[in-house]
């Protein structure tokens, strides 16, 4: 089993940044061949991907809408996976989620990622 919590969402003005952690714990990516992904979904909408990285990091996915504007990491060693939001639009505004494969890395479909955090509300206002 693998846990996942989300934190560091708010309400913050368009062109601003925001930064996503999502920790870990159970059983650590780092005992895996596993890739981690962010969703997020607005209000009436879908869940939607965001982006994904790679169990060893050097492998990233990104959603057209985002490319250029949010970055994926993450640290094996403090079991977090970030993602660093910058430039946001009031149209990014949603609750993000962190979401775990054990199996692969950069699906963008949700059903399957095996493991969810609660998600955090990233607000932006135009």
């Known amino acids: 089993q693998v846990q996942l919590v989300e934190s560091g969402g708010g309400l913050v003005q368009a062109g601003g940044s925001l930064r996503l952690s999502c920790i870990a714990s159970?059983?650590?990516?780092?005992?895996?061949?596993?890739?981690m992904g962010w969703f997020r979904q607005a209000p009436g909408k879908e869940r939607e991907f965001v982006a994904a990285?790679?169990?060893?990091?050097?492998?990233?996915s990104y959603a057209d809408s985002v490319k250029g504007r949010f970055t994926i990491s993450r640290d094996i060693a403090k079991n977090t996976v970030y993602l660093q939001m910058n430039s946001l639009k009031p149209e990014d505004t949603a609750v993000y989620y962190c979401?775990?494969?054990?199996?692969?890395?950069?699906?963008?479909?949700?059903?399957?990622?095996?493991?969810w955090g609660q998600g955090t509300q990233v607000t932006v206002s135009s």
């Open positions: 159970g059983r650590t990516f780092s005992s895996y061949t596993m890739g």
């Open positions: 979401a775990a494969d054990p199996t692969r890395w950069g699906s963008r479909t949700t059903s399957d990622y095996t493991y």
């Open positions: 990285i790679s169990w060893s990091g050097s492998s990233r």
